[in-house]
């Protein structure tokens, strides 16, 4: 039979399993092969904290949903088209997310009687009417494994294992998908084991061909090459993107790169990739705890290194105290935090934006900080590399702000060429710093920077420390007038990265009825939504921050152009706070803490819910 | 350090080179003041760029340290020191770095960093005055003061029980321990060159006397008069001879260290003998500072050899280029699937 191919411009899949079904693998997968065809794409994990709930529940559900388009995509989609459901519990945990006459894939033999009662179903779903109105394929995905691999050396529970990866044949048959890179992939990876390889390979081939030839399917689709600018590109999460970032700054810096982390949910892959970059002359250091990861840090950034520390809300608040050492040490330091659910250990796997105030405001005494905030996995290494290159040129800490969904989401990276990224000027001072007075490591350039002496230069002993400064000399000083001059000038550091940051981007009309600014990873709903909004003919723009402190130059004249400001944030109106007292007006806000990002959909409502 | 024994001469440094210009601010009779007199007397004998010489420091009396060393320095926050040296030393690897640290910035907030930059052998020098008291925040007693110890935050008496900070850290598998007195300056400055020239992390541990808040509580060793017979100096290969007269040893009876009278039915050749590289015996010395029947010992504990953290990073690192080659930004950006949009 033929079977006809039907162009669609962009999908949505959920892959939905138990915990130790590979959805993520499978996810990542699919992710890559599409990446390979050239759509734009990104993706959001989404799975429990516990390493293994109990099999089959409710509690075990993990996900993997990625949206991909022949035009631009900016987030992970906001309801499905195709739910790929691995067991009964998984079934009952997304259905409600499924878009209406959406597609439903389920391992039938996961059904089973115990399996149903688990997940709380009182008859079996693919038997009844529960799903009607949508799309149902329901197939034995154990047994059809069970099948193809009988010949195999495996054991029954092995092949059972491969399961997810006929799942993942089906959907490459669906989306028209090469099979190829996967092969290649499993190959490489099972390298000591070639019959788990060829198994794995296998039961994808045989959900591919299943998919070709079972008359079930009738309709597979194609979705065309993404738009984007001209280059080469590859898939990436936040997490390594941060990684590569720091890497490339300092090599532009000519520095050597030091890290000092504690491995934490979900910042633990940046210190995993750069721990995998030895030959990058990249020097990882797994702390006992957070504070000696940040503290070694600073050791190592007063001993002439790029230093990094990377941590998530828990974390960044053990490393509190050890921030203001670097503030007032006023030594080089990039901090990232990949934000989670909190407060305390919250919600270690789920994203949340919640950790503004900690980045501004949360040290004792006045003690600013410049913070960047990533807006998309792509953009981590940016911010990633502009945080290194401020953070030298102003010898101070930088914190980064990311999040879990960033950081273990992913999405295509458009590759720079090294050659094309700013050269980062360091410059130590040697032996004849040293002045009639003796070496000042408090002295200023023109940008507020104090002199980054490093041991071992002949001339320039010098101490510093957490006590309160001496203007010049460094000395410890209790001074009155010296503790208010230093204040300031710490201060007017800070302020002084103003000038770094370019003009903000108005995505729509410079002026109207409404602004909607965003920071982080809101982007691209925020994006989404205001498009929407602007096609239906609403007055409505959106700008988005990436430095967070200090803020833009031009902030304050662009917000003076819109009648009404809305701020969404996946927190509880942390930066409608931060600008009420900026920019000293009303703000609307939109707050969302469920641990999950926004939908496109509950932005847009809310824009014409203000806009009546 | 590279440097050899000739380069001293080369490098002709003097006490007056680490003498920095600023006034030193403890109190009077403090025995801080010895220890810097000689840390001083004793880093231009050994071999070392005087800008190769960092020294750390967290919080507390003795941590203003680096401040009176005319070197580089880092006075930085409670107990934090071991891991800001660990980074320091990290970064680069021709430093000397001495962390300055006391009972409580050493064994109380910062005993986790403590433990594993021992652990991890790390090439530093650790020197930790103990004096047995918080001194800076005016007299609480510390993870070191003795049990039932009455101080301002305990007035009814400390009801902690007390660490041995070099039993800790032979717990913590350290490859080389010491022990001195502040008022000891030859001991002292021994410790030093032998911490200095000992590849790892080094540890010393000095009884230092605090005249404010907790003044005589290492009388009996302090004392000249009575330490010949309540202190046991040991030497690598030598008996555990003490006293007045040299005419005490340590035995073992019992499986416990025993002090017996040389001269009447024991004679030297019955002596317990100093092994730096046997922790059975270091662990009898540890055992024998709180006993009051045995004299409290004092000396290089313990020195074995074992790889440093510092040398493993760095070989492992030439290890990888050797293998894979220096990476360039282009390897790292293309080491996924990369696709091309024209």
């Known amino acids: ?612 | 350090m590279s440097e050899t024994i000739q380069g001293i001469e080369e490098l002709n440094l003097t006490r007056k080179d680490f003498v920095p210009s600023n006034e030193v601010r403890w109190c009077p009779g403090c025995g801080d003041y010895s220890i810097l007199a000689n840390m001083q007397k004793t880093l231009p004998v050994l071999g070392v760029k005087k800008e190769n010489y960092a020294f750390i420091s967290g919080i507390g009396c003795s941590s203003r340290f680096p401040y009176y060393m005319d070197t580089y320095g880092f006075h930085s926050i409670h107990g934090r020191a071991p891991a800001i040296a660990s980074g320091v030393k990290l970064a680069n690897p021709d430093l000397a770095v001495w962390v300055i640290t006391g009972d409580g910035d050493g064994f109380s907030i910062g005993g986790n960093h403590m433990i594993h930059v021992l652990r991890r052998n790390i090439d530093l020098n650790i020197l930790l005055f103990n004096n047995r008291i918080y001194g800076l925040t005016k007299g609480q007693y510390s993870p070191t003061s003795q049990l039932g110890m009455k101080t301002k935050s305990s007035p009814f008496g400390s009801i902690d029980r007390p660490f041995n900070p070099s039993a800790v850290a032979l717990g913590a598998n350290a490859t080389f321990i010491a022990r001195a007195l502040d008022v000891d300056g030859k001991g002292l400055q021994e410790n030093i060159k032998r911490a200095q020239r000992h590849k790892g992390a080094s540890f010393i541990e000095v009884y230092q006397n605090c005249v404010i808040f907790n003044d005589g509580e290492f009388s009996d060793v302090e004392n000249k008069a009575t330490r010949p017979d309540s202190a046991l100096f040991v030497v690598h290969g030598e008996p555990m001879i003490f006293g007045k007269e040299h005419d005490k040893g340590i035995i073992m009876k019992d499986n416990h260290p025993k002090v017996v009278s040389l001269g009447g039915d024991w004679s030297e050749k019955d002596l317990l003998v100093h092994d730096e590289t046997n922790s059975n015996i270091t662990n009898l010395l540890l055992e024998m500072t709180f006993d009051p029947l045995n004299p409290t010992p004092f000396g290089v504990l313990r020195a074995i050899e074992a790889p440093t953290y510092d040398e493993l990073l760095h070989s492992q690192i030439s290890d990888v280029i050797r293998i894979k080659g220096e990476g360039t930004l282009e390897d790292l950006f293309y080491s996924g699937d990369v696709w091309e949009i024209k």
Request: a neutral charge; glycine letters at 10%; one cysteine or more.
């Open chain 1, 1 to 612: 039979m033929t079977k006809k191919v039907v162009r669609i411009n962009e999908a949505t899949i959920r892959f939905a399993g138990d915990s130790g079904d590979g959805m993520q693998l499978t996810g990542t997968r699919f992710t890559e092969a599409t990446a390979i065809v050239g759509n734009d794409l990104k993706t959001i994990p989404n799975y429990p904290s516990e390493i293994r709930a109990p099999l089959g529940t409710l509690a075990g559900v993990s996900a993997f949903q990625l949206m991909f388009g022949s035009s631009r995509v900016f987030t992970p989609g906001d309801i499905p088209d195709t739910l790929v459901a691995m067991n009964p519990a998984a079934l009952k945990v997304h259905l409600k997310d499924l878009k209406k006459g959406g597609t439903i894939l389920a391992n039938a033999n996961a059904f089973t009687a115990k399996n149903l009662k688990m997940a709380g179903w009182e008859t079996n779903p693919l038997e009844d009417d529960t799903l009607n109105g949508f799309t149902v394929y329901s197939m034995e995905m154990s047994k059809l494994v069970g099948k193809a691999l009988e010949d195999s050396d495996l054991t029954s529970k092995g092949i059972e294992r491969t399961k997810n990866m006929f799942a993942l044949g089906v959907l490459f048959w669906m989306y028209n998908r090469p099979v190829e890179p996967t092969e290649t992939w499993l190959r490489k990876k099972f390298g000591k084991n070639p019959a788990i390889a060829e198994a794995n390979i296998t039961a994808m081939k045989t959900g591919y061909n299943y998919g070709e030839t079972t008359e079930i399917f009738t309709t597979s689709y194609a979705v065309e090459k993404a738009e984007l600018p001209k280059g080469k590109y590859r898939n990436i999460t936040g997490n390594v993107a941060v990684a590569y970032g720091l890497v490339a700054a300092a090599k532009k810096a000519g520095k050597e790169l030091f890290l000092g982390s504690y491995p934490i949910t979900p910042a633990s892959e940046i210190l995993h990739t750069l721990s995998g970059l030895r030959n990058f002359g990249v020097k990882t250091f797994q702390a006992e705890d957070e504070i000696a990861g940040i503290t070694s840090a600073i050791g190592a950034s007063y001993a002439g290194d790029l230093a990094c520390t990377t941590t998530s809300g828990p974390g960044m608040a053990l490393k509190t105290e050890a921030i203001g050492l670097a503030i007032i040490t006023e030594l080089p330091l990039v901090i990232i935090n990949v934000q989670r659910g909190g407060p305390s250990t919250g919600m270690p796997t789920k994203m949340e934006q919640s950790d503004l105030f900690q980045a501004v405001l949360g040290r004792n005494s006045d003690a600013p900080i410049p913070v960047i905030a990533a807006q998309d996995p792509a953009d981590c290494f940016d911010c990633a590399f502009e945080a290194a290159r401020v953070a030298l040129k102003y010898m101070t800490p930088v914190i980064v702000l990311s999040d879990g969904y960033l950081g273990q989401g992913s999405g295509p990276w458009q590759i720079p060429d090294p050659k094309d990224l700013p050269e980062i000027k360091v410059t130590h001072p040697d032996p004849s710093a040293r002045g009639e007075d003796g070496f000042m490591p408090y002295a200023r350039d023109e940008n507020e920077a104090r002199p980054w002496a490093i041991p071992g230069t002949k001339g320039l002993e010098h101490r510093i420390g957490g006590l309160e400064k001496e203007n010049l000399t460094g000395m410890v000083s209790q001074d009155p007038e010296n503790h208010q001059l230093m204040t300031d000038i710490r201060a007017r550091k800070v302020q002084k990265i103003t000038q770094e940051i370019p003009a903000l981007e108005i995505c729509g009309d410079s002026k109207g009825d409404l602004l909607v600014i965003g920071w982080g990873s809101t982007h691209g709903s925020i994006h989404v939504a205001v498009e929407r909004a602007r096609k239906a003919g609403r007055s409505v723009s959106h700008i988005h921050l990436r430095w967070v402190s200090p803020y833009p130059a031009d902030l304050k004249t662009i917000c003076d152009s819109f009648d009404e400001i809305l701020i969404p944030e996946v927190n509880s109106g942390q930066l409608s706070l931060l600008l009420r007292a900026e920019l000293l007006r009303p703000i609307h806000q939109l707050n969302k803490v469920r641990g999950e990002p926004f939908r496109a959909s509950e932005i847009e409502n809310k824009i014409n819910e203000i806009l009546g």
